[in-house]
């Protein structure tokens, strides 16, 4: 299951991870949102163990969303060694953002 990525747990669980990691900026009145969703917590299954998958609600942390120029939504940022590499700005399909990770590992 994708972890809640907040505000004040951003530094220690994405900027700290060893792992690569998928961060899914998104917002519950967005209908692209919901449709990538279930693809982001699919994902999480498949990589536990290899990546951290975390989702950031745009609505309840501004500094995050600000701090990473999040524009649109959904937007997904791919990092490595706490660096972003990949970015997926809007919907896509379940592969494209599987494969954009599975490239990191």
Same mark, same amino acid.
């Given at each position: 299951?994708?972890?809640?990525?907040?505000?004040?747990?951003?530094?220690?669980?994405?900027?700290?991870?060893?792992?690569?990691?998928?961060?899914?900026?998104?917002?519950?009145?967005?209908?692209?949102?919901?449709?990538?969703?279930?693809?982001?917590?699919?994902?999480?299954? &498949?990589? &536990?163990?290899?990546?951290?998958?975390? =989702?950031?609600?745009?609505?309840?942390?501004?500094?995050?969303?600000?701090?990473?120029?999040?524009?649109?939504?959904?937007?997904?940022?791919?990092?490595?060694?706490? &660096?972003?590499?990949?970015?997926?700005?809007?919907?896509?399909?379940?592969?494209?953002?599987?494969?954009?990770?599975? =490239?990191?590992?």
């Amino acid at each position: 299951m994708a972890v809640e990525v907040t505000d004040a747990n951003f530094a220690e669980l994405v900027s700290g991870s060893d792992k690569p990691v998928l961060l899914d900026f998104w917002a519950e009145w967005c209908g692209p949102c919901r449709m990538v969703g279930p693809y982001v917590e699919e994902i999480a299954k &498949e990589f &536990e163990g290899k990546a951290f998958v975390g =989702k950031v609600n745009v609505d309840t942390n501004p500094t995050l969303s600000a701090k990473f120029g999040i524009r649109n939504i959904p937007t997904i940022l791919f990092f490595k060694n706490g &660096e972003i590499v990949d970015k997926q700005v809007g919907a896509a399909t379940k592969s494209a953002l599987a494969e954009k990770l599975q =490239k990191l590992l």
